[in-house]
Nanobody, 126 residues
Framework: QVHLVESGGGSVQAGGSLKLSCAAS????????MAWFRQAPGKDREGVAV????????YYADSVKGRFTISQDNAKSTVYLQMNSLKPEDTARYYC???????????????????WGQGTQVTVSS
């Protein structure tokens, strides 16, 4: 059974930083991809970042480019999201997602992701 467990959320002031973690278990982690999404109250889910676990290629939403960095520790089957220069509009619940196969789109909606974590709340105050 696949489990994705996020951690690292919290409350920070604008300009601050947080690092989220997503630990995957029961999932064939290598040579696939993993993604971070977020959802604010009353808004659609939004793709934030994707990493291809085989070669480490990364992709970002325009709204977070230059501020967020997705990375991985293959030995731990863990994906991270380093968030710097946080803004109030980054406030959302952040979810880790793993695909059914090897496709990880940032667009939403999509049917690519079979597995989701429970999410971790990030709140940025001005």
């Amino acid at each position: 059974q696949v489990h994705l467990v996020e951690s690292g959320g919290g409350s920070v002031q604008a300009g601050g930083s947080l690092k989220l973690s997503c630990a995957a278990s029961g999932y064939t982690y290598s040579s696939r991809c993993m993604a971070w999404f977020r959802q604010a109250p009353g808004k659609d889910r939004e793709g934030v970042a994707v990493i291809e676990t085989g070669d480490g290629k990364t992709y970002y939403a325009d709204s977070v480019k230059g501020r967020f960095t997705i990375s991985q520790d293959n030995a731990k089957s863990t994906v991270y999201l380093q968030m710097n220069s946080l803004k109030p509009e980054d406030t959302a619940r952040y979810y880790c997602a793993a695909p059914r196969n090897v496709w990880c789109p940032l667009s939403w909606p999509n049917r690519a992701y079979a597995y989701w974590g429970q999410g971790t709340q990030v709140t940025v105050s001005s």
